[in-house]
């Protein structure tokens, strides 16, 4: 799971943390921080939490609420070999949101490493993601759309690189809870948009960002048991769970989501064959970025470990897409998915 009890989050590899003597340092007692990379904090911007260095077993403030993380400061951690610093817990949403606001800034910065960044991009996503399916609320609200819009915004640019597509496979869950499903979907979704060379119009790719992120967000009306149920479900759970596309629909009913998002949400359980639901469409009656998604969603399903079932190897989940489900998914659609899992880009 990426970030369930939320103390793990941006973490570093193990460091030994020496120097940074800035000959204003506090020891602070007791160990209940929580260790970020120096790489995550814009030497450009305020921050309203501490940030302390680990020297031995103590803690040793750093930067105070309300101080930037000078490119100075930032320097000196280099040069000191420092790659993690520490962040009180009792201000871990003050970090979150900072992180929040400056996604795009660290995302971009080609000189952070791309696992800081793919960790970054997965967690921020996720938390967002999280909060929408937590509330369980009956309708999206404006203020989530608009989170779920920054997130996506924010994102366009790393999800369109080559290393993005190597490295985020390697930091995907396989353990399969909605949000972080979600997530994936729509990181596969962005990658896809590129593969097909239909990724020079930014409002439509944060439209099916948007649409991919939000897929399955009708399953906060689904039943928590029937979701998990390890074995096969009866008729009237399965009635439940074939709803989740027009529940989706409905929940976003009074907020300004895009058509093309709406069509992700709706139609992402149809099969090119006229074999899915909720409406039984097949081939070009399917909007195109709902067969899109579909794809992306059916891989990301089969390669993690559901309650029913264990987690597929690609290999094993390209082969079960072609070969049993052959006839569910586009061709186009599925040929370039295959290209962009090995890694091609657009021609
Ligand atoms: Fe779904
Ligand atoms: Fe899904």
Avoid at 165 to 177: C, L, P, R, W
Avoid at 268 to 284: D, F, I, V
Wanted: charged share 25%; with cysteine.
């Amino acid at each position: 799971m990426v970030f369930s009890s939320g103390k793990n989050v941006h973490a570093a590899a193990g460091t030994t943390s020496r120097g940074g003597d800035d000959g204003e340092s506090v020891l602070a007692p007791g160990d209940n921080y929580f260790p970020v990379s120096p790489d995550t904090l814009n030497p450009d911007s305020l921050t309203d939490f501490q940030v302390y260095l680990r020297r031995g077993g103590r803690f040793v403030l750093y930067t105070k609420e309300r101080e930037r993380f000078s490119h100075e400061r930032k320097e000196r951690l280099v040069e000191s070999g420092i790659d993690t610093v520490y962040i009180p817990y009792h201000q871990q949403s003050s970090y979150e949101n900072y992180v929040f606001d400056n996604l795009e800034y660290i995302l971009r910065d080609e000189t952070i490493p791309i696992k800081v960044r793919s960790r970054v991009f997965l967690d921020t996503t996720s938390r967002q993601v999280a909060s929408v399916f937590e509330k369980r609320l009956p309708a999206l609200g404006e203020d989530s759309l608009e989170n779920i819009r920054h997130v996506v915004s924010s994102s366009l640019s790393f999800l369109s690189t080559p290393e993005a597509m190597e490295n985020i496979g390697k930091f995907v869950s396989h353990d399969y809870q909605t949000f972080t499903h979600s997530v994936q979907v729509f990181s596969y979704a962005m990658m896809l948009m590129h593969v097909l060379g239909r990724d020079t119009d930014e409002r439509l790719l944060i439209d099916v960002g948007i649409g991919a992120i939000l897929h399955d967000i009708g399953k906060v009306h689904v039943p928590t048991k029937i979701l998990n149920k390890p074995g096969r479900l009866n008729e009237k759970e399965w009635g439940h769970i074939v709803l989740h596309p027009v529940h989706g629909m409905r929940m976003c009913a009074s907020v300004a989501v895009s058509q093309t998002s709406l069509n992700c949400i709706m139609f992402h359980h149809e099969k090119y064959n006229g074999a899915g639901y909720p409406s039984g469409m097949k081939e070009k009656e399917i909007p195109f970025y709902a067969r899109l998604v579909a794809c992306c969603d059916v891989y990301d399903a089969l390669t993690s470990k559901r309650p029913y079932a264990p987690a597929r190897e690609p290999y094993e989940a390209l082969k079960i897409m072609g070969g049993e489900m052959d006839g569910s998914f586009d061709p186009e659609v599925f040929t370039a998915f295959i290209r962009m899992l090995g890694g091609g880009m657009k021609p």
